[in-house]
């Protein structure tokens, strides 16, 4: 069984720029969400993808954006990047149904905005 | 918005003693989790409570879903070099697949 994986590891990026963050779930998760970890704090939920629908979004201004494909990956996009969303971007997935709140991540893409 | 008190902050002990440390909440959750996170990597699910009262054992590791449905406890007993890290309580609000997260506890085991 293949665990969650996220690309790239390390991603540097200057204001106002635009980026991509990957992340391919758990085999047989059909439900994504992502998170923003800032040092020294815990995960921010930003929005959580459900068969390709978004399921639910957290307090994040649209620039950031995300998509899910019909093998149940995702992507996270953030358009205009300041340099608060310098983080760590976390991705997890779950089953569907009674188990969704079982969620695993993966090791995250650590996003430096200069 | 909701949030999560989770204490202590930080935790200093020797080899062998136990540990506990706490989440509370001014909301009511549907589910509790516990995870642990190690530098560079992701959160690792700990322990998943699903039922007011429950108590819920992984190895050395015991959690409990207070009966308020608003706080949970973990628990480490006889604690090793290995249980380095940050730990970090979620809960989950009803209807809404988002966890919300509390600050984490660092824990240091000092062999």
């Known amino acids: 069984e293949t665990g969650v994986t996220q690309s790239p590891t390390h991603l540097i990026k200057t204001r106002g720029q635009q980026v991509t963050l990957r992340c391919s779930s758990q085999?047989?998760?059909?439900?994504v969400s992502w998170y923003q970890q800032a040092l020294g704090q815990g995960p921010q939920f930003i929005f959580q993808?459900?068969?390709?629908?978004?399921?639910g979004r957290g307090n994040f201004p649209p620039r950031f954006s995300g998509l899910q494909f019909p093998n149940y990956s995702s992507e996270l996009n953030v358009n205009a990047l300041e340099l608060d969303d310098s983080a760590l971007y976390l991705c997890?997935?779950?089953?569907?149904?009674?188990?969704?709140?079982?969620?695993?991540f993966g090791p995250g893409t650590r996003l430096t905005v200069t | 918005g909701q949030q999560l008190n989770q204490s202590p902050q930080s935790m200093f002990i020797q080899e062998g003693e136990d540990v506990s440390m706490n989440c509370t909440s001014s909301?009511?959750?549907?589910?509790w989790l516990w995870y642990k996170q190690e530098p560079g990597e992701g959160p690792v699910l700990l322990i998943a409570?699903?039922?007011?009262?429950e108590l819920t054992s992984n190895g050395r590791l015991t959690a409990q879903f207070g009966i308020t449905r608003k706080d949970s406890f973990l628990n480490i007993s006889a604690s090793i070099p290995s249980d380095v890290g940050i730990y970090f309580c979620?809960?989950?609000?009803?209807?809404?697949?988002?966890?919300?997260f509390g600050q984490g506890t660092t824990l240091q085991v000092k062999p």
């Open positions: 997890a997935s779950s089953l569907g149904g009674g188990r969704v709140y079982e969620q695993y």
């Open positions: 085999s047989g998760h059909n439900t």
């Open positions: 993808y459900y068969r390709e629908e978004e399921n």
């Open positions: 909301s009511i959750f549907n589910t």
């Open positions: 409570l699903y039922k007011a009262g």
């Open positions: 979620a809960g989950q609000p009803s209807n809404t697949g988002k966890l919300i």
